[in-house]
């Protein structure tokens, strides 16, 4: 079984401009989060989705936001970039939505200049 | 304010020693308890969860307790090896809040031959 796949692993982008992350799950897993990891905060969790719908939201600004698709699979935007937004952005999926048990990913990098 | 802390320092043991690891938290009320393993640019992995009624969970050489009075979790590597040399994070979810995992900052453990 093929684990969780996010793209792109790595993603130079500007103050300002906007990204797009993308995150398939393991398959038959319904469950997306997304996490924000920086070596000062750690591991934030961003959002939960589960069947196409948010389920939970962590304390982040609304240029924040995610969306997941009928097949699973998940996106992740930010827009306006901030120097701040450099992070690892991992994404994690679980069968029931549960958390009882997490698959990560191996994030995406995301640096602002 | 809720916090979640773990040794900020880094653990160095030698081969065949156990590391302990400690978790504490404050003003939460956790359903349960887990801990994940990180290698540099990777995601956490799964390890082990613990529930608020539990005691303490075994799995090969490793060993999780929870003691909701002390509001804390330790996490034991027996035997350890160089191959266990990582950041070890715990993560719990609130009663009543599934779908949401709270980190630790994680604590790097460095096993010496």
């Known amino acids: 079984k093929a684990g969780v796949t996010q793209t792109p692993r790595y993603l130079i982008k500007t103050r300002g401009q906007q990204v797009t992350l993308s995150c398939s799950p393991i398959s038959g897993h319904r469950s997306v989060s997304w996490y924000q990891q920086t070596p000062g905060q750690g591991l934030q969790f961003l959002f939960e989705?589960?069947?196409?719908?948010?389920?939970n939201k962590g304390n982040f600004p609304g240029r924040f936001s995610g969306r997941q698709f009928s097949n699973s699979r998940s996106e992740m935007n930010v827009s306006t970039l901030e120097l701040g937004d450099s992070a690892l952005y991992l994404c994690a999926s679980s069968a029931d939505g549960w958390t009882e048990k997490l698959f990560f990913g191996s994030g995406t990098q995301l640096s602002v200049l | 304010s809720q916090k979640i802390e773990q040794n900020s320092e880094a653990l160095n043991i030698q081969e065949g020693k156990t590391a302990t690891l400690t978790c504490n938290y404050t003003?939460?009320?956790?359903?349960?308890l887990q801990w994940y393993r990180q290698d540099p640019g990777r995601g956490p992995v799964f390890l082990l969860l613990?529930?608020?009624?539990?005691k303490e969970k075994r799995k090969e050489r490793l060993k999780v307790t929870f003691d909701t009075t002390l509001k804390q979790s330790l996490f034991h590597i027996t035997a350890s090896q160089p191959a266990d040399s990582a950041t070890y994070l715990c993560?719990?979810?609130?009663?009543?809040?599934?779908?949401?995992?709270?980190f630790g900052q994680g604590t790097t453990l460095q096993v010496k031959p």
């Open positions: 993560a719990l979810v609130r009663s009543g809040n599934t779908g949401k995992l709270i």
């Open positions: 003003n939460y009320s956790p359903a349960y």
């Open positions: 613990i529930r608020e009624n539990e």
């Open positions: 989705y589960f069947s196409e719908t948010q389920r």
